[in-house]
């Protein structure tokens, strides 16, 4: 069966991403990919959690020590920063980082993510990813912010040299109103 967008966006990580590695959740919300995340990279990993909101970050807490998490670092700013909090220790082991865009459910539909900071963070985390690592992004556009966003970000991810970058849209073309889709960028190796 064609996995739905959540499992596939966390399965295009788990191919990556290795214990010992450090990676991003761009925009932990409740933490269920944070949770993800910290266990595929373990005790040895390193989780960067990014929120802008203080509920988002109370919530992944507390999702976070129900399963006796201890890896994860959580941070209550704009993924637009990720590169303050990127250190010499993470050189080489940054296996990527996954976005789950939109708003946080069951809140403000007003606190969203925007093109303009997706893409600067997209940009620092890529520069910073070791080669064979992904960024993942499931985009939601059927709200008016997200709609600005996915354009923006397929315009900008279109442009990426393919000798240097996968890029992937996975997206099922009979749902109706307008199903989140996946972007995944992956860091080619060098031959
Ligand atoms: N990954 C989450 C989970 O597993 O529950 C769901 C994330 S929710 C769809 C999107 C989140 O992005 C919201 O919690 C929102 O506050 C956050 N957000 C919006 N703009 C952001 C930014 N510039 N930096 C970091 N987080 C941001």
Redesign the pocket.
């Known amino acids: 069966m064609l996995k739905h967008v959540i499992a596939y966006a966390h399965e295009l990580m788990e191919q990556v991403i290795h214990p010992g590695d450090t990676v991003i959740?761009?925009?932990?919300?409740?933490?269920?990919?944070?949770l993800v995340l910290s266990r595929l990279v373990g005790d040895e990993g390193k989780v960067l959690a990014?929120?802008?909101?203080e509920q988002?970050i109370e919530m992944t807490s507390k999702h976070l020590t129900m399963h006796d998490v201890t890896n994860t670092t959580l941070i209550l700013d704009?993924?637009?920063r990720v590169d303050h909090y990127i250190t010499a220790e993470d050189e080489g082991k940054l296996a990527g980082a996954i976005f789950?865009?939109?708003?946080?459910?069951g809140s403000s539909k007003a606190?969203?993510?925007n093109a303009e900071?997706t893409i600067t963070a997209i940009e620092k985390i890529r520069h910073s990813m070791k080669p064979g690592g992904r960024i993942v992004l499931v985009v939601y556009h059927g709200h008016a912010e997200g709609a600005i966003e996915k354009e923006g970000l397929l315009a900008h991810v279109k442009e990426y040299d393919q000798k240097q970058y996968a890029v992937l849209q996975y997206r099922f073309l009979n749902q109706k109103n307008n199903p989140p889709f996946i972007i995944a960028i992956e860091k080619k190796k060098k031959k």
Request: glycine content about 10%; some cysteine; hydrophobic content about 25%.
């Open positions: 959740d761009a925009t932990c919300g409740n933490g269920n990919d944070t990014f929120d802008i909101q988002a704009s993924h637009q789950n865009l939109g708003y946080l459910p606190i969203t993510t900071s």
